[in-house]
């Protein structure tokens, strides 16, 4: 499911990172803040039982989710607004 959402943020020609390192999740969403990534795909425990993504707008301070394939047209639309 993480190597899926990586390829459909890709395929909608979004820049994209994959962090899988083994690290709590809370770290890995401390790091990408402080590297000022504007989006984080997550993508727990929860999400792979629901098949679902969460989406937070660091930018926004506010989140959504959803559908894969819905999330990642979300996100390529506000960052073509943004650009």
Known sequence: M???CFDACRAE?????LDDRAE????????AELA???YMAI????ELESKTVSVGAIKAATGFGG???RSWRQVAAESK???
């Open 67 to 69: 559908a894969l394939s």
């Open 81 to 83: 607004k943004t650009a």
């Open 13 to 17: 020609g979004l820049r994209t990172e």
């Open 2 to 4: 993480r190597r899926r």
């Open 43 to 46: 993508v727990g425990q929860k």
């Open 36 to 38: 000022k990534i504007p």
């Open 24 to 31: 709590k999740m809370g770290a890995k969403i401390r790091d």
